[in-house]
Each structure stands twice: as structure tokens, then as C-alpha cells.
């Protein structure tokens, strides 16, 4: 009776260690995957910006969101692309965000980037 009352608890002991790794293993990724989105909205929301503001200017601008502890760096330039035609494409931009930030103790950096063309958007 001992005998079976020990084996028992040591099954018992097993299976709690068990489901408690898994809960914590899920509660880490799901962690990792809210900071991921947060960020990747963060970037998103910077690139709509830079993009569609009403005249574009080259430059570096750099914006720190104290909330978040990221550094954002946004980079306009101007592109000179050329149509099927071979026109050169004028007033076309480009805007590159860069985020950097610390996750899990490690320094890490993201971007996105887009561009603009700006006869496509001005309604003047």
C-alpha cells in the first residue's frame, strides 16, 4: 500500500512538472509574439507617416518612444526610377524606418520600408 501511495506521487510529481514547463514555455512565446506585433505596429505606423505626409523632404529624423524603450529611425530620399517608357519617374520617394530596441537582453533591429509617388497622391 506505501509502495503504491509513493509511486503515485512521484506520477503525480511528473505530470506537474510536466504541465508547468509547458504553461511556461507558452507564456514566454506568447510574450515574445505581443512584443513582436507591438513593434511591427510601431513600424507600420512610422512608415504611414513618413510616407503620407503632405511634401516630402530629404533627410534623417530619429524619434525615441520612452513607453517602449525603441529608437526609431525614419530616412527619406528621393528615387530615380524609370517607367516602361523609359521616362525618368520624377517625385518619386523613398522612406525607410528602422526600429532598435532590446528583447531578451540582446540588442535588436528591424526595418520596413515603402515608397511614394507623389503625382499619384497630391490632389492639387
Known sequence: MLMEVILSLIIFGIV??????????LWRNTSFIKEELTITQILDSALYEALYISTLVEGTSEV??????????????????????????????????????????????RSVRGWRYLPLYNTR
Do not use: H
Not at 16 to 25: D, P, Q, R, V, W
Not at 72 to 82: A, F, G, H, N, R
Open 16 to 25: 506537474c512538472t510536466a504541465f508547468t514547463k509547458g504553461l511556461s514555455s
Open 64 to 109: 525615441y518612444v520612452a513607453e517602449l524603450d525603441i529608437t526609431l529611425e525614419v530616412e527619406i530620399t528621393p528615387l530615380e526610377l524609370e517607367n516602361e517608357e523609359g521616362a525618368i519617374l520624377q517625385q518619386m520617394w523613398e522612406a525607410k524606418v528602422v526600429a532598435r530596441f532590446e528583447q531578451n537582453n540582446r540588442e535588436e533591429e
